[in-house]
């Protein structure tokens, strides 16, 4: 497959390259970032995070791609901010399994500052122009407010009825709770 490269006024989206989970580790895998996926990863969840990404990228030719500041000028310029891209719904149990989903997860000292929009929009305008999704769906827990009021500022709708216990985590990681955005939404919204 062909690596993906995607760029808006500030980041760089790309396909995974042979290291990029060692850097990316070493600014996401930390308490803050991960307090609400399960906490900081031990080293043999970080490879099948990294086999993850590799295996949607091979398959679909989109993953939860990889993101980088412009290397230009200013506070991480250059640097690895984290991931934001598209993936296959696979979590069991879920009822939004093989859809379109949704992801972001960037540093915390990148948090803020308009990134995880930005390379969530250039995400959403890929899914439905590039991959011709028809659904987007995106999902998170109630505690983490940063991350669906991220969905709700996409434009993103709130689907209760979609929304379901993942049996890998304890409640209160347990009860996903699922937004989506139609083709017809996104469309709509780009006039
Ligand atoms: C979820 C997450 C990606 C959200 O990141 P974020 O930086 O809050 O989201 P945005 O990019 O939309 O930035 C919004 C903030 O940037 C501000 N901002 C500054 N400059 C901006 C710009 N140029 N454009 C847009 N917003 C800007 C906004 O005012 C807003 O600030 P506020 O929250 O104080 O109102 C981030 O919190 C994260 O990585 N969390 C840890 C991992 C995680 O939980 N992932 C989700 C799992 S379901």
Redesign the pocket.
């Given at each position: 497959m062909a690596d993906f490269r995607l760029e808006t006024d500030r980041l760089v989206l790309r396909s995974w390259q042979a290291g990029d989970i060692e850097r990316f580790a070493a600014v996401t895998n930390t308490p803050?970032?991960?307090?609400?996926?399960g906490g900081v990863m031990p080293p043999e969840a970080l490879s099948a995070t990294e086999q993850r990404v590799l295996t949607c990228h091979e398959r679909y030719g989109h993953c939860f791609w990889l993101v980088e500041r412009h290397d230009d000028s200013g506070p991480l310029a250059g640097e690895v901010l984290?991931f934001c891209g598209l993936k296959r719904a696979d979590a069991p149990g879920s009822p939004i399994a093989g859809a379109m989903e949704i992801?972001?997860?960037?540093r915390e000292d990148?948090?803020?500052?308009?990134?995880?929009?930005?390379a969530a929009l250039a995400s959403l305008r890929a899914a439905f122009l590039r991959f011709a999704a028809s659904e987007v769906f995106?999902?998170?827990?109630d505690g983490?407010a940063?991350?669906w009021?991220?969905m709700t500022?996409l434009g993103m709708q709130r689907r209760a009825d979609l929304d379901y216990q993942d049996p890998r985590y304890e409640p209160p990681l347990r009860d996903t709770i699922v937004y989506a955005i139609t083709a017809e939404a996104w469309r709509a919204a780009q006039a």
């Open positions: 803050a970032v991960m307090r609400w996926l984290g992801g972001w997860r960037l990148a948090w803020g500052q308009g990134y995880a929009k930005e995106a999902i998170t827990v983490n940063d991350s009021g991220l500022r």
